[in-house]
């Protein structure tokens, strides 16, 4: 099952606007990482942040993590047509093991031209 | 580095046969995870094998099984295929510390008649 729910499910965005993705989770957790989905493709790794972390920064992406609310968020900035894809927030809980990643439902992003 | 390959990318089968799905992980990494993509349940944890040994299960039936071997590619058998089976199935592969990001292959769509 899943560990939580991302909203919205759906956002369609014009580029060079910024997108905000919201994940909430249930158990505790060791980290959450975000992951990147392009259409019939695999997962690629987008960034990690570890539950003593509260904020993270790589390029234009940033990462919160709230373990008081049991929530993230991820934030692209100026956004690009190439970032047309699914967001998936995956933790690893401290109960099911490190490499047993969850995930939550996802966000599909459209970037408009 | 390559990165992680599955095989085969497309399989059609048929309601009660049995399907045998390949993956063959970053050169040095030693943990495989295998994750079922579908539209209604979402990407669920199947099992993670590290070193030829299963170390981590999800909640799947017997049918689902795998191994690893000794080259650490490693391979997922689902027996008595049922038309729920249908999915995305993901494999992943990462250094054996805990909580470091997933590497995915783009996975092997298996499509059940």
């Known amino acids: 099952s899943q560990q939580g729910e991302e909203d919205p499910q759906a956002l369609s965005i014009q580029e060079g606007e910024n997108a905000t993705m919201n994940c909430s989770y249930k158990?505790?957790?060791?980290?959450l990482q975000w992951y990147r989905q392009n259409s019939g493709r695999g997962l690629v790794h987008l960034i990690l942040?570890?539950?003593?972390?509260r904020e993270k920064h790589s390029g234009r992406l940033r990462v919160t993590l709230d373990t008081s609310k049991k929530s993230s968020s991820l934030l692209i900035t100026a956004s690009r047509a190439a970032d047309t894809a699914s967001y998936f927030c995956a933790t690893d809980g401290t109960d099911t093991g490190r490499r047993a990643l969850t995930f939550g439902s996802g966000t599909r992003l459209q970037v408009q031209p | 580095k390559a990165g992680v390959t599955q095989t085969p990318r497309y399989l059609i089968k048929t309601r009660g046969q049995q399907v045998t799905l390949s993956c063959s992980p970053i050169s040095g990494h030693r943990s495989v995870s295998w994750y079922q993509q579908t539209p209604g349940q979402g990407l669920q944890f199947l099992f993670e094998?590290?070193?030829?040994?299963?170390?981590n299960k999800g909640n799947f039936p017997g049918r689902f099984s795998g191994r690893q071997f000794s080259n650490s590619r490693s391979e997922m058998n689902v027996s008595t295929l049922e038309l729920g089976d249908s999915a995305l199935y993901l494999c992943a592969s990462s250094s054996d510390s805990g909580g470091r990001p997933q590497h995915f292959g783009d996975g092997t769509r298996l499509s059940i008649l």
């Open positions: 942040i570890r539950s003593n972390e």
């Open positions: 094998y590290f070193s030829e040994t299963q170390r």
């Open positions: 158990t505790s957790i060791n980290n």
